[in-house]
């Protein structure tokens, strides 16, 4: 009796204990002070150096097709995300001119589009499914309007790995900050 009690004890502190875990457990933090914003990414990604390209490029170590950029682009002065159009009508354009190529090598496909708001106003959170010559990609973008600039976050890897990161990518796009 005095075991049985012993083993339910224990099997219920451990069940107790992983409650405990954060659900940014495996992520590390990405800072960028000079330009005003941050995320978190998974451990074991290293920054990829790319000329005229993003603001920053992080990726897998074992699987550089997964990976975590940022792009800053400029808007007109006093445009809002929401000046910009909806959630869809942003996402849309996103896959039509940053996404998808003009030579059809790569298609987007917008397959969701939400908004949340913060303390420098909305966050719009887009997920795509990419076609490639070669493979099937999907991608999540966050984006958000601050200081006249569209700074965009995308986490993109493998169609046949989404599954089994779906959770931790939406963890990170929904990390994105900009102050």
């Known amino acids: 009796m005095l075991k049985r ?19 940014t457990a495996g992520l590390k933090s990405y800072v ?6 941050e995320f978190l990414y998974p451990n074991g990604w290293v920054s990829a150096k790319i000329a005229n390209g993003p603001d920053v490029v992080l990726h897998d170590l074992i699987d550089q097709a997964e990976n975590v950029s940022v792009v800053i682009s400029e808007v007109e002065a ?4 929401t000046d ?17 190529s003009s030579d059809g090598q790569r298609k987007a496909e917008l397959i969701s589009a939400e908004s949340h708001d913060s303390s ?4 719009y959170i887009m997920e795509y ?20 600039k569209l700074f965009t976050l995308s986490v993109s ?10 959770e931790e990518f939406y963890i990170v796009a929904n ?5």
């Open 5 to 23: 009690w012993a083993v339910i004890t224990v099997m219920l502190f451990g069940l107790t204990l992983q409650g405990c875990v954060s659900g």
């Open 32 to 37: 960028d002070s000079y330009d005003g914003y």
């Open 78 to 81: 006093d445009k809002t995300l």
């Open 84 to 100: 910009l159009g909806t959630p869809s009508e942003v996402g849309q354009r996103l896959a039509n001119n940053a996404i998808s």
């Open 120 to 123: 420098v106003g909305p966050y």
């Open 129 to 148: 499914a990419v076609e490639l010559p070669n493979m099937a990609r999907h991608n999540l973008a966050s984006v958000v309007v601050r200081r006249n």
């Open 157 to 166: 890897t493998s169609e046949r790995r989404w599954n089994k990161v779906k």
């Open 175 to 179: 990390s994105f900050s900009v102050y």
